[in-house]
Structures are given as structure tokens and as C-alpha cells.
């Protein structure tokens, strides 16, 4: 059985940083391309990065490009998400998802049917 755990997440000021992380466990996380996703109350989940199972292709949503960095060291089984110059708009809960197949086409990066695994998500809170 796979388990994703997030965590990392907190209150923080707008202009200010978190890293989330997330561990996996029962399955090597090399197995995975990892996604993070993100939904805020009264929204659908929307896909915020994505990266590929060795860590050299990496995909952002516009809204975060720039200042959101995925990351994953695979020894550590773990994938995280740095997040700077955070906005109120960040405001959400965070999943992070892991996507089993060999091959994913670019399109279906941000969309979560792609995905098999979810975390159980962690908050995140920018105040203005």
C-alpha cells in the first residue's frame, strides 16, 4: 500500500516562505513522476507543479512560476515544494500526488485523474 504524508504547512505573511514535504512509503518514490496539487475553500483542486520521476523535467502552473521550486530526493523518498514570495491567494490546502505510469504525456501533467496516489494535504495560510 502507498502512503503519501505532507507536511510543512502553517501560517505565514504575505511575502514570506514555507517548504512542504512529502514522504512516501511503500513503493520507492523513483517509481513516481510526483505532482502538488492545491484547493481553497469554495474552489475546484487545481495543479500547482509537477515533476518527473528522475527530477530533470519539472512543470509549474503560471500562477506559481517563478516562485514555487518542486523538488525530490528519491533516496529520502520524499518530494518537496518550496514556496516563496507566498501571496493570500496561495491560501489552500496542498496535496501532493504520485502518478505510477511509465510515460505521461505534458498535457495531462496538471491534470489530477492522472494521478494514483494522494496525501491526505496539509494547510497553508498567507495572511495579507
Known amino acids: 500500500q502507498v502512503q503519501l504524508v505532507e507536511s510543512g504547512g502553517g501560517l505565514v505573511q504575505a511575502g514570506g516562505s514555507l517548504r512542504l514535504s512529502c514522504a512516501t512509503s511503500?513503493?520507492?518514490?523513483?517509481?513516481?513522476?510526483m505532482g502538488w496539487f492545491r484547493q481553497a475553500p469554495g474552489k475546484e483542486r487545481e495543479f500547482v507543479a509537477h515533476i518527473s520521476r528522475s527530477g530533470r523535467s519539472t512543470y509549474y502552473a503560471d500562477s506559481v512560476k517563478g516562485r514555487f521550486t518542486i523538488s525530490r530526493d528519491n533516496a529520502k523518498n520524499t518530494v518537496y515544494l518550496q514556496m516563496n514570495s507566498l501571496k493570500f491567494e496561495d491560501t489552500a490546502v496542498y496535496y501532493c500526488a504520485a502518478d505510477s505510469s511509465q510515460f505521461i504525456p505534458d498535457e495531462r501533467r496538471g491534470s489530477s485523474r492522472q494521478y494514483d496516489y494522494w496525501g491526505q494535504g496539509t494547510q497553508v495560510t498567507v495572511s495579507s
Open positions: 511503500g513503493r520507492s518514490i523513483s517509481s513516481f513522476s
